[in-house]
């Protein structure tokens, strides 16, 4: 005899959408993770600076639209000037005549509304000349302390190895402190104050080897190299079509001191992990026990590293910094401020060479 449908055993079917209490039952634990939302999945990942760099970004651009109206290619060493006026640093540009270091400094000195002011070194420029000095004033009967050109927020020292070492030991406090002592008394410089030094490699007749402390005091020192052939083709081009001359009234400013100070405080705010505080360290620390090298780098070059890297992070569009900023700026940083032994320069190795050693000797933090 056939059953009745009704003393057949029922059953529910099954859901077609697991639920996590199933998932739970399956794997058996008394909780699941809840199921990913496919739609989320599918979905690609996007980075999203969790500081907001638009500003920063729009600033910077402005900046290097502006020197690229006079000068051609330059895209690193214009980079480099960006990161060391974030970093509140200064520079040391080395190159051969005619290679535009000045032109560059001076072009980077008018975006910025800011007071500049340029000083020639020569051999008979004395400390007075730079810092200022103290004029007595016979009808009030004292000393009126009248500041010298290095009181403005963008000096421009052109050929700065032409000046005597008296000359030089002026600049150590106003470079590192950014005050002036005179007569006892100490004057106070405005905020930004940025040192834009040049000089040439080649020429030795009539310069002066910058002491040790002073090349201390320079965040960078940036090489200027020769332009590339499609470079120079374009810079003839422009001067045979009579673009011509310096037209310095083409470049305006776009940066306050005020927009300055406030990109710089972003700046500051940059993310370091602590692996790559120590990377830092252990890069600079090498330079001191290399048997290529008889003057390693001070604690001053770590924060430079430090400082220079966070700057160039947040102007490559990232509010933190990897190990590839470091890398990028270990020979800017460095170069000035280590030195080789005789033998090493005998074998005609050079600075940079020996950096590059260092840095792919270390172990990259990840």
């Known amino acids: 005899m ?15 959408t697991p639920t996590q209490a199933s998932v739970a039952e399956t794997l058996g634990v008394e909780t699941a993770l809840p199921l990913a939302d496919p739609a989320a999945a599918a979905a690609p990942a996007t980075f999203a600076p969790r500081t907001d760099l638009a500003r920063l970004t729009e600033r910077t651009e402005a900046v290097r639209q502006q020197i690229g109206q006079v000068i051609v290619g330059q895209h690193e060493l214009q980079e480099l000037l960006l990161v060391a006026l974030l970093a509140d640093g200064h520079v040391l540009l080395e190159g051969v005549p005619g290679v535009a270091k000045t032109l560059t400094a001076k072009l980077l000195a008018r975006t910025l509304d800011v ?7 020569t051999p008979d420029l004395m400390p007075a000349d730079v810092l200022g000095t103290s004029i007595f004033r016979p009808a009030q009967g004292n000393f009126e302390f009248r500041p010298g050109p290095i009181f403005a927020s963008v000096v421009l ?12 030991s002026a600049l150590f406090e106003v470079m ?25 490699p080649v020429e030795q007749e009539g310069t002066y080897r910058l002491p040790e402390a002073q090349l201390d005091r320079f965040l960078f020192k ?13 810079i003839l081009q422009g001067h045979h079509s009579g673009f011509g001359g310096t037209p310095l009234d083409r470049v305006q400013p776009v940066l306050t001191a005020a927009d300055l100070a406030a990109l710089r405080r972003q700046v500051g705010q940059q993310r370091v992990e602590a692996n790559l505080l120590e990377y830092i360290a252990k890069l600079v620390g090498q330079t001191r026990a290399h048997r290529a090298l008889y003057l390693g780098a001070s604690p001053r070059a770590s924060l430079a590293l430090l400082n220079g890297a966070k700057a160039l992070a947040a102007l490559r569009g990232r509010d933190f910094v990897t190990p590839e900023d470091v890398q990028t700026l270990a020979a800017p940083v460095l170069r000035h401020r280590i ?20 840095v792919q000797g270390l172990e990259v933090p990840r």
């Open 222 to 234: 940036l090489t200027v190299g020769y332009p590339t052939l499609a470079e120079e083709v374009q």
């Open 115 to 121: 007071p500049f002011s340029r000083i020639q070194f």
């Open 176 to 200: 590192e402190e950014r005050t002036v002592t005179q007569d006892g008394t100490t004057h106070q410089l405005g905020t930004p104050f940025v040192v834009l030094a040049t000089q040439n």
């Open 2 to 16: 056939e059953p009745f449908a009704a003393d057949l055993p029922t059953s529910t079917p099954p859901d077609p």
């Open 157 to 168: 020292i052109d050929e700065i190895n032409r000046a005597p070492a008296k000359t030089q």
């Open 339 to 358: 030195q080789l032994t005789p033998e090493r320069e005998l074998e005609g190795g050079s600075a940079d060479e020996v950096v590059q050693q260092i």
